[in-house]
């Protein structure tokens, strides 16, 4: 099974990541250009039970917008009626190619916070990403989808 197939298994639920498999999809995927990530990518996470994934399930975290280079929405959330709105609490972020582990690809800064979300290519439509945050001790592993319309 290609790195490519085994990712998007994961990220289908097909069945659960093994203890380091994630980190190691993660250096294997091919890199992703920050200016082909326009739209709205639909967000899910590898491991329910991580610390910031269940943040993200309180938040009702749906995904993120991408504008353009310097205007990104990191967290695209729902109301109880289903609505999409971009979640202002942990502000704006700006698209930059950025090496990790040793290759350049695009990865999402936040404007006002020490976190970079490092972004692979699993598929043309979805990608595999890595949460680092500055004082965290484990990188937050996610996976986001590309959305044809906003739902």
């Keep these: 099974m290609s790195t490519e197939d085994r990712a998007l298994a994961l990220v289908l639920g097909e069945t659960r990541p093994e203890p380091g498999e994630l980190a190691t999809l ?22 329910p039970d991580d610390r910031m994934a269940r943040l993200l399930t309180r938040l009702r975290w749906y995904g993120k ?5 310097e205007n990104v929405d990191p967290l695209v959330c ?7 709105y971009t979640y ?5 972020a700006r698209l930059r190619e950025v090496v990790r582990d040793g290759v350049a690809s695009a990865a999402m800064i936040y404007d006002g916070r020490p976190i970079i979300d490092h972004f692979r290519r699993i598929s043309a439509d979805v990608l595999m990403g890595a949460m680092d945050a500055k004082g965290e001790a484990a990188v937050l592993y996610f996976h986001l989808t590309h959305q044809p319309v906003e739902p």
């Design 26 to 47: 993660f250096r294997a995927l091919p890199p992703v250009e920050p200016g082909g990530l326009t739209g709205l990518w639909r967000g899910g996470v590898f491991d």
């Design 65 to 69: 917008r991408f504008t353009d280079p």
């Design 78 to 84: 729902r109301t109880d009626d289903g609505a999409l």
């Design 88 to 92: 202002d609490g942990m502000g704006s």
